[in-house]
């Protein structure tokens, strides 16, 4: 599942080591009192998984076949996909779930944030509202910064200052061009929060920007969307003297430098090491830095002072000229200035006006939508766009999450579930304890470290308590939140600013490492390595991945218990603080982790940390599990799946079949593959099992393809 990379959390002074890769172990800890009957649980599970394998496939000569065969053949890909597994079609019931709390209407019973999220929905849904305001609420916005200078003449002067631009939109619209600023938890101390000054994102997959040509029908689809956009907004300003050719030769500019921005973009392969990035100064250090820079133009002097002053005194937050800050990227700082030195005005106008545009153009009109979609499905290889509903869905659990979650727990979370799943947690850490002890490579202090991480591990279940409250719910949310049910643009905009400015003042506050860095209503799991807490929200607590009244503990040890093991491996992936004593031998084992072959499509150093992950959830399921069976005696075979023992069950067609299942294509594989952080999943099954010997001989598999 998810890592969150933004936040790394370290123990003063250490950090140690990778763990259940390297010993077999067993232990004795048991937890849930699982059935130990065929129930109508145990059938209903057998047959979903019956129909999803293969059976008349050697798993010797095919695994990943045997274990999603039939459920590959019986689920073809949407044609608004770019891929089709297991986690997407929680995902679509998750959608549905939601779209049925949201279409209700308001209701003065409920909490006031869940009945602003109902009215966003219903704005967002109400297209003829939007069409009718068409390109205006965006042209106020874009005019309120001095105009998009590609929609007028040549010949107009441009007062731009970059600076104070994107100052202003950081504050708006939680969004960084150029330089990205926030805070966070601090990485060595952990009782307060710091200010991170790192690289800003960019338009596209830097792979893509670094190799036009290889990706040329991306990139001239993108030049069309850019140029169309423009058009649109110049028709609509009634800029007559502004021609197609100088719109297109602005664009030519434009990606002329998004091409140079990738280039000296720092990439995910060499932003594994955590340390190189944390480079703490005061703001008057960082004034005498980069000062030293030898810029010529104002356009590429910053004063940091003003810059962060701007930025946090909307929110009162008063900053000196002594503040702290992490400078995130050195390098990326010093040729940032350089190429600004450079760059027209225009040209860094157009740039960060057209991140504007595309941020908001489409939530105005379906001109401006239908841009974006063809876009999309350009990049993707979608022949299809989402439905209007799931895109309206998906954009309200994303700002009001907290919102709809409460309801959403209330009609469709089991309130045993929590106890159940913290038990399999306990009985997982301790699993991956017992590695650690007796593990040959580390020394005592290592472990010792080691354990207390887990030990110190927080984990977070279902949902936090205070979502099902009223009066907790308002108070995280409404104060000063006005909400429309008629403008979907205005909506949007005060969400955004809200939810900015809550980051922003959260600066002087003191850290909370139970604080929950997801919304329980979304599908995945997280390790967020800062707070070293994992979260299994509610979303992913349901079948396959987990489920009560009669379902075996082996689908469910094959399912969230592979999960769980993953997010608790995150806390010792190749991104964690090593001591230097084990550096190297870590590293060395941590080698075996790679792809044999990186390429354009599976990056071997990026997916490392997932490899490693996958390997350590399953094989800690696995030896969990049997301790579950020697202490509680082993479960009944599945209907139709006497064939194989509990061992072989668990984590072969299961796991294959419950987590990593799915369907793409090469042309709508490519380009998310060279943007993530993970293989795609055939190669994660295989990948996992290859190293996973105990499972294999188990299968009596020799070789897996």
Excluded at 91 to 98: C, G, M, S, V
Aim: charged share 20%; aromatic share 12%.
């Amino acid at each position: 599942m998810r890592n969150i990379r933004a936040n790394r959390f370290w123990y003063s002074g250490f950090i140690i080591g990778i763990f259940s890769f390297l010993i077999y172990i067993v232990t004795c800890n048991p937890i849930a009192d699982y059935p130990q009957s065929t129930t109508e649980g145990f059938n209903e599970a057998a047959l979903s998984l019956i129909e999803a394998m293969d059976l008349d496939v050697d798993p010797c000569q095919d695994f990943y076949q045997f274990a999603c065969g039939g459920w590959i053949k019986k689920n073809p890909i949407p044609q608004s996909k770019s891929r089709w597994s297991q986690i997407d079609v929680l995902r679509d019931r998750l959608i549905n779930d939601l779209k049925m709390i949201l279409e209700q209407d308001v209701d003065d019973q409920d909490p006031k944030p869940l009945n602003s999220a109902r009215k966003i929905y219903k704005a967002c849904m109400n297209t003829r509202a939007i069409q009718n305001l068409g390109l205006k609420p965006l042209i106020d916005v874009l005019e309120n910064y001095g105009g998009w200078p590609i929609t007028k003449s040549f010949h107009e002067e441009i007062h731009f200052d970059w600076k104070a631009v994107t100052a202003s939109l950081r504050t708006m619209y939680r969004i960084s061009y150029f330089i990205s600023v926030y805070n966070d938890m601090d990485n060595y101390d952990t009782q307060r929060s710091s200010i991170y000054v790192d690289q800003g994102s960019l338009t596209l997959p830097q792979n893509i920007l670094l190799n036009p040509k290889d990706h040329q029908k991306i990139i001239e689809a993108y030049f069309v969307y850019v140029s169309e956009s423009a058009k649109a907004i110049r028709n609509a300003l009634g800029s007559a003297d502004v021609t197609d050719e100088q719109i297109d030769s602005d664009v030519g500019d434009l990606l002329q430098f998004e091409f140079e921005l990738a280039n000296i973009t720092i990439p995910a392969e060499a932003r594994r090491d955590n340390s190189r990035m944390y480079n703490p100064m005061l703001l008057t250090e960082i004034q005498s830095w980069t000062d030293e820079f030898s810029c010529k133009t104002h356009q590429a002097q910053m004063d940091w002072f003003d810059y962060i002053n701007k930025i946090y005194s909307t929110v009162n937050v008063n900053i000196s000229t002594h503040e702290r800050i992490i400078i995130v990227e050195k390098e990326y700082l010093q040729n940032l200035f350089a190429l600004l030195d450079k760059t027209s005005t225009r040209v860094v106008a157009n740039y960060i006006m057209w991140r504007l545009v595309r941020l908001l153009s489409p939530e105005t009109s379906s001109k401006m939508n239908n841009l974006a979609i063809n876009f999309s499905k350009a990049l993707y290889g979608n022949p299809q766009s989402e439905t209007r509903m799931n895109s309206c869905v998906n954009q309200v659990n994303s700002v009001l999450g907290f919102a709809v979650s409460g309801k959403y727990v209330e009609k469709h979370f089991q309130g045993n579930i929590k106890t159940q799943v913290d038990l399999m947690i306990k009985n997982l850490k301790a699993t991956f304890v017992k590695t650690i002890a007796e593990a040959d490579w580390m020394d005592d202090t290592t472990k010792a470290i080691a354990k207390e991480k887990v030990d110190y591990m927080i984990e977070l279940v279902g949902f936090p308590d205070w979502i099902t409250k009223k009066q907790d719910l308002e108070t995280y949310y409404y104060d000063g939140l006005v909400i429309s049910a008629n403008d979907h643009f205005k909506n949007i905009q005060n969400v955004n600013v809200r939810l900015t400015r809550d980051g922003l003042r959260s600066l002087r506050r003191k850290t909370n490492r139970t604080r929950w860095i997801t919304f329980p209503s979304i599908v995945n799991a997280f390790y967020a390595p800062k707070y070293n807490s994992i979260s299994f929200p509610a979303g992913i607590l349901q079948p396959p991945y987990f489920g009560l009244n009669g379902r075996s503990a082996a689908m469910n040890y094959g399912g969230i218990g592979v999960v769980i093991g993953h997010e608790i491996t995150h806390g010792f992936d190749d991104k964690a603080k090593w001591l230097v004593i084990i550096e190297t031998v870590f590293f060395a084992k941590a080698l075996h982790f790679l792809l044999k072959s990186t390429t354009n499509t599976l990056n071997g150093i990026t997916t490392l940390g997932e490899n490693m992950a996958d390997y350590g959830g399953v094989r800690e399921a696995f030896v969990a599990y049997r301790n579950y069976i020697a202490a509680n005696g082993a479960e009944p075979p599945l209907p139709g799946l006497e064939r194989f023992t509990s061992e072989q069950f668990i984590l072969s067609p299961n796991f294959a079949n419950t987590i990593e299942c799915s369907v793409r294509n090469f042309r709508k594989t490519l380009v998310p593959l060279i943007s993530s952080g993970s293989n795609p999943r055939l190669h994660r099954v295989i990948h996992t099992f290859h190293y996973f010997k105990t499972l294999l001989e188990s299968l009596s598999v020799l070789q897996v393809q």
